[in-house]
């Protein structure tokens, strides 16, 4: 969807009445290109066993080892933030 946005900005700027419209048409499109190829060849990372026990276990116990009710938002919070780290 990011793309599509991005791909449809470039577009509008390149479609405005200038004297190198062509010029920005083909800039534009080498552009997406470019993403799109970057895209194309990234791989996605995700977790492993053991990080996602340690998300557990951190959001699931107090600090001294005892279990308590489980933090979902904490949880959550946490997978995207392990994600984010690996994945950019």
């Known amino acids: 969807m990011q793309l599509r946005l991005e791909r449809e900005g470039s577009l509008a700027l390149a479609n405005r009445n200038c004297d190198n ?8 499109w ?3 290109n470019e993403l799109e190829s970057k895209l194309e060849e990234r791989e ?3 977790l492993t066993d053991e990080e996602v ?23 959550a919070r946490a997978i995207i933030a392990k994600l984010k780290e ?3």
């Not at 419209?21 to 534009?28: H, I, P, Q």
């Not at 340690?54 to 949880?75: H, M, P, Q, S, Y």
């Open 21 to 28: 419209c062509e010029s920005l048409r083909k800039a534009a």
């Open 86 to 88: 690996k994945n950019t």
């Open 44 to 46: 996605w990372v995700g």
């Open 53 to 75: 026990r340690t998300i557990l276990d951190d959001n699931t116990r107090d600090n001294n080892g005892f279990e308590i009710w489980c933090n979902g938002a904490g949880v």
């Open 30 to 32: 080498d552009r997406i």
